[in-house]
């Protein structure tokens, strides 16, 4: 049995079934459809003729009611009629209609006035009609379901003949284009879903076809491509049989390229490197290996050239081996320039060895001066440090002179003061003895004293303090001890220390720290990079007579303390950047400049407290140092 006879068998039982499950349920709808009209009928009835008929029994009105049930009578579906009064005046049968319906419906109703029952009113309904209609009902739709089926197997009969037409013509293309016939006209042009399916055939058609071409393209490039090499190219099957070669495989061989097609390498020649190149063709197939070696061959020419061939497999997806593919390399000519260089190497050697002799003697006599540089090194780092050492004592000398000006100040002030108020001791002495003193004067010699003494405890009190200051700052940069120190309060003595340089010129000098910081670190160190930074920027960052800021703020985060020095001068020129640091380095040493100040600071920080220094600097707007340890 045929696809096509399947299909249509199918089909037409499929439809049976569903016809006759449709005629089925409308049977039943139908039948259930009469049975609720009729109870719909039933209920209806006893609702309006409970009313009228008590009232009529009850008023004993028996024309009216005979009227009345003879009217109800007619109905089809009423079979019988039965009026009872309880006071036996009024007893009415109506059963003429000679129906014997076994199944018939009885409908009893109770008469009523007052809520007192005074009759009851029989109504019998039939539901043989019912049955007659639904009888008639079948026969009528079976005859137009035989009429129906009929067409339909006629109809189905026609489009299934178009149908498997259509498969057909689609078999017949599916075959000649397994058969590589791509030109085949597909002869289905409707828009059903057989020639959307035949439309879909068309494209993968052309599409087949143009990828064919694509690859008959590709086959032609790379066969062109491996054409172009220079190297001796072939590709053999799993029967050792040439698949294709190169232009230079053939002309190594010597032999035309359609010769060499679909034969074997013992077709072509036999020699030894036929039964070396079998030998390694089995060994790759089998263990599914690469391999290189190394053998002599006769080419096309009768010539004896060394060559290494490399062969490798090519496997598919399913791990299965579909070619081999091979090179043959010609390396006699390498071969001859490698013992060539080989020669020359020999002879290179020989002309090493009395090189490095000639170097060896050269290598003494640089030891030799090594030694010397080594000293010359060693001396110069020496001076370095006595120069840096210097630096610091000249800026320690420098502090204390300043110092000893600032403390000369008020100690002769305080001095003035105490030679005046020795001189009013001695006269209102001199006045007291002799009795001449008057209130007036000893008042006013009381005050006068006031004022000295006020004098002179300030200024001795400034000189102190300067002297405290200077004593701390000044033992601080000659030692070298580690202590805890308040950084807020050292910077004030710092700034105090080197008051006499400061106050020469209009910069004004800002310090922002945190009173409560405490650092145990070297605090000499600390002041000699302080004051080295408030010289610099004094010297080189501000003209004389020159308005400018000075800001030193000090900040402390995870045990690490960051400072911040700015000034607002005229900043380091970018190209000078980069060597503000270097030992010796100055813009200024036809002023005395010695180029250590950095230097020492630099020094101070790395090696001293262990910490960074950078610099920022935008030239005519100021220079900024980043310290932190």
Do not use: W
Request: glycine share 4%; aromatic share 8%; hydrophobic share 35%.
């Amino acid at each position: 049995m045929s696809v096509f006879v399947k299909l249509f068998l199918t089909i037409l039982i499929t439809f049976s079934l569903l016809f006759s499950f449709f005629l089925n349920h409308i049977l039943e709808s139908n039948e259930k459809n009469s049975i609720s009209s009729l109870k719909n009928k039933i209920s209806y009835n006893s609702e309006i003729y409970k009313v009228n008929m008590s009232q009529l029994l009850y008023d004993f009105n028996k024309e009216i009611i005979e009227s009345t049930l003879n009217s109800l009578y007619t109905d089809k579906d009423i079979v019988k009629i039965i009026l009872e009064d309880h006071t036996g005046t009024i007893n009415i049968t109506l059963n003429n209609k000679n129906t014997k319906d076994i199944n018939a419906i009885k409908s009893e109703i109770a008469l009523v006035i007052n809520n007192e029952e005074i009759g009851k009113l029989f109504i019998y309904y039939t539901q043989e009609i019912i049955h007659k209609q639904i009888q008639e009902y079948k026969k009528d739709t079976i005859q137009f379901s035989l009429v129906l089926i009929f067409l339909l197997i006629l109809i189905l009969s026609y489009f299934v003949h178009m149908f498997t037409k259509e498969i057909k013509e689609l078999e017949t293309a599916a075959n000649e284009i397994i058969s590589g016939n791509l030109d085949y006209e597909i002869k289905i042009n409707t828009n059903d879903e057989i020639g959307q399916l035949a439309k879909k055939m068309k494209i993968m058609k052309n599409y087949l076809k143009d990828k064919i071409d694509e690859i008959q393209e590709q086959v032609s490039f790379q066969q062109s491509l491996i054409d172009s090499v220079n190297i001796p190219i072939y590709i053999k099957d799993n029967n050792f049989k040439f698949l294709t070669c190169n232009q230079s495989f053939s002309d190594f061989l010597g032999i035309d390229k359609k010769d060499i097609i679909n034969k074997t390498m013992k077709e072509l020649q036999n020699n030894e490197f036929i039964k070396i190149s079998e030998k390694t063709d089995k060994e790759i197939f089998d263990k599914k290996i690469s391999k290189n070696y190394y053998t002599k061959v006769f080419n096309g020419k009768k010539e004896l050239r060394d060559i290494i061939s490399h062969k490798n497999i090519f496997i598919n997806s399913d791990k299965n081996i579909l070619s081999l593919i091979g090179t043959v390399v010609d390396i006699t000519e390498l071969n001859k320039a490698k013992e060539k260089i080989e020669n020359l190497n020999r002879n290179l050697q020989n002309k090493v060895k009395q090189r490095t002799k000639d170097l060896e003697r050269s290598n003494d006599e640089l030891e030799d001066s090594n030694e010397e540089l080594q000293t010359t090194i060693s001396y110069l780092k020496e001076t370095q440090d006595k120069l840096i050492e210097s630096e610091k004592m000249a800026s320690l000398g420098g502090l204390v002179a300043g110092v000893a000006h600032e403390i000369n100040t008020p100690v002769g002030i305080a001095l003035t003061g105490i030679t005046h108020l020795q001189d009013l001791n001695f006269d209102i002495f001199k006045q007291y003895k002799n009795e001449e003193m008057t209130k007036d004067e000893f008042e006013e010699y009381l005050s006068t004293s006031k004022e000295l003494n006020s004098l002179i405890h300030k200024n001795l009190e400034k000189a102190a303090s300067l002297v405290r200051s200077f004593k701390q700052v000044a033992v601080d940069q000659s030692s070298e001890e580690k202590r805890t120190f308040n950084l807020n309060k050292y910077l004030h003595e710092i700034l105090e220390s080197i008051h006499s340089i400061t106050k020469k010129t209009k910069i004004n000098i800002n310090i922002l720290c945190d009173e409560n910081i405490k650092i145990n670190s070297y605090p000499g160190a600390f002041s000699q990079i302080i004051t080295n930074l408030i010289t610099n920027s004094l010297i080189h960052g501000f003209e004389k007579n020159e308005q400018g800021d000075i800001s030193i703020s000090i900040s402390e985060e995870q045990n690490k303390i960051t400072l911040s020095y700015k000034d607002n001068g005229k900043g380091i020129k970018e190209e000078n950047q980069h060597k503000i640091f270097d030992p010796f380095f100055t813009t200024n040493r036809e002023n005395g400049g010695s180029g250590l100040g950095l230097n020492i600071i630099y020094t101070l920080i790395t090696s001293k407290l262990n910490g960074s220094i950078s610099c920022t600097s935008t030239e005519n707007e100021g220079v900024e140092f980043i310290i932190i340890f």
